[in-house]
C-alpha cells in the first residue's frame, strides 16, 4: 500500500502561485507513477498532471501554467502552480500507481481557493 500527504494548499489572489507537495510511503517512490487531480464544487474530479520516470503530461487547463516535479530523495512529488485564476479552485489531490497500471492510492486532498 501507498500513503500520500498532500500540503502547500491556501487561499490566494489570481495570478499568484502556490506549490503543492505530496509525501508518499509504504512503497517504492521511483516504481510509481505521481498524478494530481482536482475536484471543484459542484463538478467530477478532473486530471491535472502526472509524472512518471521520464515524461509529464498536463491538462489543457493548465499547460503553460503548472509545473510537476518529483523528488525520488524525498519521496515527494510536487506541483507548481502559477498564474492561479479563480476556475482553479478546488480540493488538489495527489494520486499514485504502479508503472503501467492505473492510479490505484489517493490522498486526502488539499483546499486551493484563488479569488478574483
Known amino acids: 500500500q501507498v500513503q500520500l500527504v498532500e500540503s502547500g494548499g491556501g487561499l490566494v489572489q489570481a495570478g499568484d502561485s502556490l506549490r503543492l507537495s505530496c509525501a508518499a510511503s509504504?512503497?517504492?517512490?521511483?516504481?510509481?507513477?505521481m498524478g494530481w487531480f482536482r475536484q471543484a464544487p459542484g463538478k467530477e474530479r478532473e486530471f491535472v498532471s502526472q509524472?512518471?520516470?521520464?515524461?509529464?503530461s498536463y491538462a489543457d487547463a493548465v499547460k503553460g501554467r503548472f509545473t510537476i516535479s518529483r523528488d525520488n530523495a524525498k519521496n515527494t512529488v510536487y506541483l507548481q502552480m502559477n498564474s492561479l485564476k479563480p476556475e482553479d479552485t478546488a480540493v488538489y489531490y495527489c494520486?499514485?500507481?504502479?508503472?503501467?497500471?492505473?492510479?490505484?492510492?489517493w490522498g486526502q486532498g488539499t483546499q486551493v481557493t484563488v479569488s478574483s
Open positions: 494520486a499514485a500507481g504502479a508503472v503501467g497500471s492505473s492510479f490505484q492510492y
Open positions: 509504504g512503497r517504492t517512490f521511483r516504481s510509481l507513477t
Open positions: 509524472i512518471n520516470w521520464s515524461d509529464t
